[in-house]
């Protein structure tokens, strides 16, 4: 049985269910309680597990942040919620030199089981400071797992295996896909951690992406079939850790491969992917990786100008043609 | 003669612990407590055995006071695989979570404090009759991480003590020339909570001070902070002269230390005599040199150890990539 539900719904559920599963479980973040959060993701949730497990915290990322570690420290399973990823530079210390490193500097003793859910990225018109992709930051972090689900399936399975994990999840969470409604199973599941999925297969080029640009990737698709060429769009639904496995087994086949991303192009997840590939598949491929990602500048305002900086299936299409010479 | 004792372990161990430094025996920095030894002894003494503790870069003191090893620890400044983190924290980065939960020392000034909140959180949320006591120094106390953590606690009447434990100095910056107020317990006011300054230079004053606050805290009316005025006879770190500070800071703070200063106390009183001191002193000697040797003698961890204890679960995969 299946039911039809939007990605923002799916994301509450995952919470739900998981906090009546265990009374270890909370909610800390900016506006999670009264108002159930900005994008109506906890509505009604104080009222059933009360003010102890739906904490409205004060405007002090860096605090409620670094209190997330302790409480983690302690067996505690905090879900916290930045309003906007971009809001991480002021609670960088937190997540990148304490959740990440505190189980590897005490030695293995230390277990911070906490998510950091990042509502991220662009196309809402919200400028420079509310429209960032910083998957590289948290990716760069040894000791986070991130993960970047596209689908109401994956979101929800994935926030399920996220907050029963043992280690600091990175949840990443394109704010332009949570009014998506989608079927999802009915019955209770999880999706591990760690596992591509193909969301569609072919046999002339293997796009690589994540997040929002995976449904620019099958528009591609869908684009470049037409003209008779067979893309294969592989989620990666998490980035660390990376299902290499499931990368070798579409390029070996395809033996073409671009990746697409939201990311500032400099520096980027997708420049990683593309780096290893580079140097690991090299014998497969029948030409260079390219990768499709954001400009190297501010996230503008305006919506001309914003639309500039994230990749559209246009982009995607003219890629696919350039990397087969077509 | 419990707090002489724990005072004594302390400097023995940092003295022992700077001159392993001086010989060049210890790898990156280490940050000595000598001077401060007082206020952890004090403070947890306070301490039921199962209260949360973090900690700070200057941080040996503490550990010892609630009541870690000294071969462990002297390990860990080895960056041996007998350290209580097996090497990788170092000196700045002791903990013992599960046995004397502590939840360990920072090297990023301030950012225990959030910590501990969560601690103290964690404490709410299960019901549970813990403390946590909370480390810090006076320089800490300029951070943001200050306020936003001791608001939320206030807020939310948490079960935890911020100890300040105020040597005057940030590296080599004297707090009054970066801070408008006399005092750093004054800025309980703001957030209206018990504070209170008192003499770090004597244990028992220590004592009773946290005492007040760890038992105001267990009976749910939330946190305060005491602020212990203590001196820190050595630079910032092991090898920084401290030049910047008067010869009156060093004058005052060799008249009020608390370690002969207690001696002298215990032997007026009639509480311990000089053959009895002498025993701890000898013991106490006696258990470093054993800590050193077990240090010295314990080995470095395997490399291969480089790339275990990243993450709990799937960490091969997650450090490949």
Redesign the interface.
Known sequence: MSKKISISKAIGEAMHEEMLRDP?V?IMGEDMGKMGNVFGITVGFQEEFGE??VID??I?E???????????????RPVVELMYDDFITVAA??IL??AAK??????????VPMVLRLPMGAGRRNAGQHSQCLENMFCHT??L?VIAPSTAKDAKGLLKSAIR???PVICMEHKLLYAKKEQIPEEEYTIP??VADVKREGSDITIITWSREVYFALEAAEKLAAEGIQAEVLDLRTL???D?DAIVASVSKTHNVIVVSEEVKRGSYAAEISA?IAEELFDELDAPVERVCGLNIVSPFSPTLEDENFPHPENIVAAVKKVLNR | MNMYQTMLRIRAFETKAAECFTKGMLAGNIHLCIGQEAVPTGACMALEPDDYMTSTHRGHGHCIAKGASLDKMLAELFGKETGYCKGKGGSMHIADVAGLHSLGANGIVGAGIPIAAGSALASKIYGDKHVTLCFFGDSASNQGTFHEAVNMAAAWKLPVVFLCENNNYGVSVNIHSVTNTDTIAVRAKAYDIPGKTVDGNDPVVVYEAVKKAVDYAREGNGPSIVECMTFRHQGHYCGDPANYRPASYMEEAHEKDAIPNMRKRLLENGVATEEELQAIEAAVQEELEAAYVFADTSAYPNPAEATTDVYSSDNERSVVR
């Open positions: 270890n909370i102890n497990r915290t004060p002090s860096s605090g409620f942040c670094g209190m997330a570690v302790g409480a983690a420290m302690r067996g505690i210390d937190p030199n304490q505190m189980r590897y500097m005490t030695g293995g003793q230390a277990t040894p000791g797992k994990d043992d280690d951690l760690g660390v850790p990376l290499w290893q």
